[in-house]
């Protein structure tokens, strides 16, 4: 079983940039695609961003044009770049995996396409 542990999270400013990283405990992640969801205080969890294995991203409107998603395959790692950091980026950010890679594109924001999930790192944007 992959286990995903993120770090990064910490108290910035807006305007600043944070950069986040999944550490995946097996190779077998190589093959996955990965996600990244957040969750504000009082709201549901939210899609972010994907990647697959062959390094195709994925980002909702809301980040786009200021995160971005990348992976290392060599060291099981994910990461999220996230500059121009806004208030409302406030929120605990999760690294997951899915099963297989095989997850088709419309449904990489739904949280039940991953069965692998991080505990989150918390990211809070202060003015």
């Known amino acids: 079983q992959v286990q995903l542990v993120e770090s990064g999270g910490g108290l910035v400013q807006a305007g600043d940039s944070v950069r986040l990283s999944c550490a995946a405990s097996?190779?077998?992640?190589?093959?996955?695609?990965m996600a990244w969801f957040r969750q504000a205080p009082g709201k549901e969890r939210e899609f972010v961003s994907a990647?697959?294995?062959?390094?195709?991203?994925y980002y909702s409107d809301f980040v786009k044009g200021r995160f971005t998603i990348s992976r290392d395959s060599s060291k099981n790692t994910v990461s999220l770049q996230m500059n121009s950091l806004k208030l409302e980026d406030t929120a605990v950010y999760y690294c997951?995996?899915?099963?297989?890679?095989?997850?088709?594109?419309?449904?990489?924001?739904?949280?039940?396409?991953?069965?692998?999930w991080g505990s989150g790192t918390e990211v809070t944007v202060s003015s």
């Open positions: 997951a995996a899915d099963a297989d890679g095989r997850s088709i594109q419309s449904t990489l924001d739904r949280e039940e396409v991953y069965d692998v």
């Open positions: 097996t190779r077998t992640f190589n093959r996955r695609t």
């Open positions: 990647i697959r294995w062959n390094g195709h991203t």
